[in-house]
DNA sequence: CTCGGCATCCTAT
DNA sequence: CTAACGATAGGATGCCGAG
């Protein structure tokens, strides 16, 4: 049975919703201006989050330091960002893919692949209906979207990624050599720069050269996985299913950039407290324990280290969670200065009930999981930001930035 | 030999 | 001059030691 793909791309997401926001208070376009979103350039976590089209011109890239964009662009209009409001046109345009599709699958906060598959009766002609979604989309939100068609989400990503914004494009099979295989090989889905590097030593430039290699070639150069799904790739073959439900998490991670270099263990530890506070305060909020706790960090010349450590029993009690990245951290840090650190809680479980040791004071910890409850039942009252243990907040003048509450209710 | 644990790398939005 | 200046997630890979 040959299915049919749509998928919608908010055109330069970020940056749509804080033009369409302005345009409605009778504030200037900044889609028609260089502008972009990014963070505060004079912090060092200062990059360029998404960019308008005229800003592009200029040669700004998302990613880059907004310091830099600004020396390619001096007249560059920078916003900084507004998590919520995403949250809010991310659930809009969603709302408006799902009422034309039987399935919809939630990439990101700002793409979904829908399944329009038997729907021939009501729908003959996909290129308009996928106008008329697009349409609908920029008359009631304010902000354009692209959309690409095909048999599978593969090709329907690479349709929508062709020429922006507000455009609807096709790639079927048949298109492929005409449309796809031109395009340099970085342009094809999950090859990234590594990938890249290695295809351009063997003289393998467009995606369509890599189409045409033997598969084998191909895993030799990339890996067995990465080769074997790359080279189908290439050839526009793509299974997958379009997932109407969310995957389970497999773990919860926070990092942060500081704004001070850290070099003692006094300056990580409340920072680390607080990170534990947040990333299993999320993961409870889903039900779950981990069984894995892991510390990472970043040194002054980006060279990222993390050390872990698995656990007898599965847990959530933010203290227990502590001690461990705390022993963690003591162990493996060998005092050089650190721009950003962070904790990761992995090998998650369900179960009701973990063993707990004779050994241990069972009593302490009922108590520290009744302060946990009780801390998670005020921050769901009143948002992630508005209490902070006693001990950090003593310390938290040294902490950079406040770890936000975060994008968890994305994409349900 | 396989398997799990671990550190690191790669890729995505 | 270089590279690279974010937060979060998932998967792959290579190594090591246990059985």
């Avoid at 290129?127 to 902000?143: H, N, Y």
Wanted: hydrophobic share 35%; with cysteine; aromatic share 6%.
């Amino acid at each position: 049975m040959e299915r049919l793909i749509f998928h919608v791309d908010v055109n330069s997401a970020f940056l749509s919703w804080e033009a369409a926001k302005r345009v409605k208070q009778g504030l200037p376009d900044l889609r028609e201006i260089p502008s972009c979103v990014g963070g505060d350039p004079k912090k060092r976590t200062g990059i360029v989050v998404a960019k308008s089209i005229p800003a592009k011109k200029y040669g700004v890239k998302t990613g880059e330091p907004v310091a830099m964009a600004l020396r390619k662009c001096p007249e560059l209009v920078c916003v900084p960002s507004d998590f919520e409001l995403y949250v809010r046109c991310s659930r809009s345009f969603k709302e408006i893919c799902a009422s034309y599709a039987p399935a919809m699958e939630s990439f990101s906060i700002d793409e979904v692949f829908l399944d329009m598959s038997g729907t021939r009766l009501i729908y003959p002609d996909p290129v308009a209906t996928a106008c008329e979604i697009k349409d609908r989309i920029r008359r009631e939100l304010g902000f354009t979207v692209n959309i690409g068609i095909s048999v599978n989400k593969l090709l329907a990503k690479m349709a929508s990624d062709f020429e922006k914004p507000d455009r609807v494009h096709t790639l079927f099979p048949e298109e492929i050599p005409e449309k796809m295989w031109p395009l340099p090989v970085r342009d094809l889905l999950s090859l990234g720069a590594a990938s890249e590097k290695k295809l351009i030593q063997s003289g393998i430039r467009t995606i369509g050269e890599l189409a045409h290699k033997e598969e084998r070639e191909i895993q030799r150069l990339l890996g067995e996985k990465a080769g074997h799904h790359l080279w189908r790739y290439a050839n526009g073959i793509d299974d997958s299913p379009v997932k109407a439900q969310r995957d389970e998490a497999k773990g919860f991670s926070v990092e942060t950039t500081v704004e001070e270099d850290i070099v003692t263990e006094e300056q990580a530890q409340p920072i680390l407290l607080s990170q534990c506070d947040v990333v299993a305060a999320r993961m409870r909020r889903e039900g779950k324990k981990c069984t894995c706790v892991a510390v990472t960090w970043r040194t002054l010349d980006f060279k990222n280290r993390s050390h872990q450590c698995s656990l007898g029993n599965a847990t959530d009690v933010t203290d227990e969670i502590y001690r461990h990245v705390r022993k963690l951290f003591h162990e493996s840090w060998n005092g050089q200065p650190l721009r950003l650190i962070g904790v990761a809680l992995t090998g998650l479980t369900e179960e009701e009930y973990t063993q707990m040791s004779l050994f241990e004071d069972t009593e302490a910890r009922e108590r520290r999981k009744k302060m946990d409850e009780a801390l998670d039942t005020i921050r769901r009252k009143y948002g992630n930001d508005k209490i902070t243990r006693a001990s950090i907040m003593n310390m938290s003048s040294r902490i950079g930035r406040k770890a936000k509450a975060q994008m968890n209710d994305e994409g349900e």
